[in-house]
């Protein structure tokens, strides 16, 4: 897993300079540099693409390890069995603490669609801004709210971030709000962008 973490780290350093947050001089020079525009969404697509195999693969781990805690459990049955002064309900208790770790851990896990921002977005209460704002607390919040150097586009853009315009931005952040400084190709697929949204829905 610590090898893995390591290359979805070097994977997603390659996107740094992809989202939000540039100076009015790059959004100049990203108008007029179309080729390296296209070039840019191709490296953000490829990493994503690897940032979302890595997550698959830290949720298999921990369906591993919660079949590993069960199996835990059922070993230590015969012991309880032994124990007289155990309570049926204590050593239930006691097996099952493993198994609901696991569960907590995967049910607060980022979905694996999310991975195409953790580059750019922390979502963390009381996050740091990175090149994109932290996005705690962002859901059916207005637009351009905090102190990250917003654009000015999306500061006049009078939005608030309810599940539609989500999946509008999510989708295609410069149609949304032309003139915005999110240098992000955007998400098809609607049953991924709704993934995201309800990730955000739960941070705040």
């Not at 539609?164 to 931005?169: G, M, R, S």
Request: hydrophobic residues 45%; proline residues 5%; glycine residues 6%.
């Amino acid at each position: 897993m610590v090898r893995r973490a390591l290359l979805a780290g070097c994977a997603l350093a390659f996107t740094l300079a992809a989202c939000s947050g540039g100076t009015p001089e790059a959004e100049d020079t990203a108008a007029t540099a179309s080729g390296a525009m296209a070039a840019e969404e191709a490296v953000i697509e490829e990493t994503a693409s690897a940032a979302e195999a890595v997550v698959e693969e830290a949720k298999a781990d921990l369906a591993e390890m919660a079949e590993k805690a069960k199996e835990a459990e059922k070993a230590k049955e015969p012991a309880a069995a032994a124990a007289p002064s155990a309570t049926p309900a204590a050593v239930a208790a006691a097996a099952a603490a493993p198994v609901a770790e696991v569960i907590k851990v995967a049910e607060t896990s980022q979905p694996a669609a999310y991975a195409r921002c953790v580059a750019c977005h922390t979502a963390n209460k009381g996050g740091e801004d990175k090149l994109g704002p932290n996005l705690w607390g962002v859901y059916r919040s207005a637009a351009a709210q905090g102190s990250f150097a917003f654009s000015e586009a999306l500061k006049g853009s009078g939005l608030t971030w309810d599940e539609a315009t989500l999946h509008q931005w999510l989708e295609n952040p410069r149609k949304l709000v032309p003139g915005n400084r999110m240098s992000f190709p955007g998400i098809k697929d609607a049953a991924k962008r709704q993934e995201i949204i309800d990730y955000l829905k739960q941070q705040g």
